[in-house]
């Protein structure tokens, strides 16, 4: 096979010195903890969101509508307890910040480097979480939000670019997949201060402030953070720099082949230029549909109805309060154990591979979940909580499937895939359009839930088959594959290469 061969061809000439360095290790888990911010966030808000003194402070009608249906006992009316949009205003209120910070990120992060762009992502967010700890009114809480969103677009931006080009080729998936495994750490250091804190009257309060915490150790820590090779070839055309950082980072002199990759990747960037412009150019077109087509395809896996509203989906289903945070810290743990077990095997067995398994793990997930409600609907008229036990086992199924595959995947194959010259741009274009479409879910469940029931599992169950089969037909294999040398498998993909093979039309 063309693209096989491809592959294996980008391998031979390998980059030099593959081994990890403990100066690499050390620079990659601080950055990474860009991604405990993102975690935390997503952990927390959901968390809060079942808290009855937040509710009752800040959401009166949704608070009040809970305790009537408590008393009342109306379990149909569980789908549509959280169907507020005020409510939902504050959970995605951050993407609308986050998806203007990424775009402002991109220019900072390529005329400046990555480094610039972690620390500002790391202040935001230490804002954010001292203004959402001490809000006296919504308006006060929104506003914090919008900061964390500020942290999280320059964070999510730069994070997973400094990541897969610090690593090492043959180590790249798994120190990329660290920025996921992140993510899951920050989420669930979330839930088990949910749970702890939602014994206290004011719980809330320290749970959001708690996120102070990894933005502090970001913010301080990326002072101390190296530029990557990469970004100081571009930032500063200073071949002599670049090389002696390539020699610290892979820890040995032989680094010749890859700094020739990075001075001719560098040759084709041109910093004065529309970079986005340069983007839509036809050249470009694989990396510009993978840019779109990943970060849409991770949102509508339907992790978002597990990641934000899985203590709101287990009172669905029966849960109180403190047994839904419970359950949302089990799934917690699965999400970063399978996380973990992903960064193991997927420089071994390939990103396409784990994709494949993922998708078909989360999709009988998703469907016997929505059986299992839509099942218990017709013969109870509610969720009994002995239905309760089996869709948490299998929300534990489908977020293992999720943390080997779209989860860390979803991070790392886009920051993989683009040419330096426009890696910085496309990057920002990924982070946005998962704003856009997080934010969109994020607006979008709580009706759904109460419109569709059953039927919302069915309808991410569906996607979830176009993007298991889109990703094994349009999809290259980047296993071991050099970051500057990946740009060579579209050339060489059975779809792509009829557009990359032809030339600009002036």
């Known amino acids: 096979m063309v693209e096989e061969e491809a592959r294996k061809e980008a ?20 950055a990474a903890m860009g991604g405990v911010l993102f975690g935390y966030d997503i952990g927390v808000s959901g968390g809060v969101m079942s808290m009855g003194p937040f509710l009752k402070r800040f959401f009166p009608k949704v608070y009040k509508l809970q305790e009537e249906d408590r008393r009342r006992r109306n379990i149909n009316n569980h789908y549509c307890l959280f169907n507020s949009q005020l409510l939902t205003s504050f959970t995605s209120s951050l993407y609308v910040s986050g998806f203007i910070a990424t775009l402002l990120a991109s220019s900072v992060t390529r005329s400046w480097g990555r480094k610039p762009s ?12 001292a203004l959402g700890g001490s809000a006296q009114n919504v308006a006060m809480l929104i506003i914090a939000r919008l900061l964390l969103g500020v942290g999280v677009g320059f964070a999510n931006q730069s994070v997973p670019l400094y990541l897969s080009e610090m690593a090492p080729a043959k180590y790249r998936g798994a120190i990329s997949n660290g920025f996921q495994l992140c993510i899951g750490i920050g989420f669930l250091s979330a839930n088990i201060i949910n749970y702890e804190t939602q014994k206290i009257k004011h719980g809330w309060r ?52 890859e700094l020739t990759d990075l001075v001719e990747a560098s040759s084709r960037s041109d910093t004065d230029s529309n970079a986005f412009a340069k983007l839509l150019q036809r050249k470009y077109r694989p990396e510009l549909v993978m840019a779109l087509a990943i970060p849409f395809f ?6 978002n109805v597990v990641a934000f509203y899985a203590p709101v989906l287990y009172r669905t289903v029966g849960f109180g309060e403190s047994g839904s945070l419970m359950s949302t810290l089990v799934t917690g743990i699965v ?10 095997v997927v420089d071994r067995i390939g990103r396409k591979t784990l994709f494949l398994i993922g998708g078909f793990q989360m999709l009988v997930s998703q469907v016997t979940i929505g ?11 509610g969720i009994e909580e002995r239905y309760g036990y089996a869709v948490v ?34 990057q920002s274009v990924t982070v946005a359009v998962s704003f856009v479409f ?18 919302i599992f069915f309808f991410y169950g569906g996607w979830l088959v176009v993007m298991t089969v889109a990703v094994q037909l349009f999809l290259p294999e980047t296993k071991n594959v050099p970051i500057e040398k990946v740009a060579g498998l579209w050339e060489k993909h059975w779809f792509w290469r009829k557009m990359t093979s032809k030339p600009d039309i002036q």
């Open 393 to 426: 086992v299998l929300v534990c199924v489908y977020v293992a499937g999720f943390g080997w595959s779209w989860g860390p995947l979803g991070w790392l194959v886009p920051s993989e895939i683009f040419p330096l010259e426009i890696r910085s741009v496309a």
């Open 206 to 257: 320290i749970s959001l402030a708690t996120a102070a915490i990894p933005a502090s150790i970001l913010t301080l820590g990326s002072l101390f953070l190296p530029e990557t090779p990469n970004s100081i070839i571009q930032t500063t055309g200073d071949v002599h720099k670049t090389e002696l950082m390539l020699r610290r980072v892979r820890g040995t002199n032989d680094v010749q082949d």
């Open 371 to 381: 059986v299992i409600i839509m099942v218990a609907d017709v013969n109870d008229g």
């Open 11 to 30: 391998m031979a000439k390998s980059e030099s010195g593959g081994k990890i360095t403990y100066f690499v290790v050390a620079s990659c888990v601080m």
């Open 118 to 129: 972690i620390f500002l992502g790391g202040v935001a967010f230490l804002a954010g979480a």
């Open 335 to 344: 999400g970063t154990t399978s996380t973990f077990l992903s960064m193991l």
């Open 298 to 303: 991770q949102q509508v896996t339907g992790i």
């Open 438 to 455: 997080t934010f969109a879910v994020a607006q979008s469940v709580p009706p759904m839930l109460c419109k569709f029931r059953a039927g």
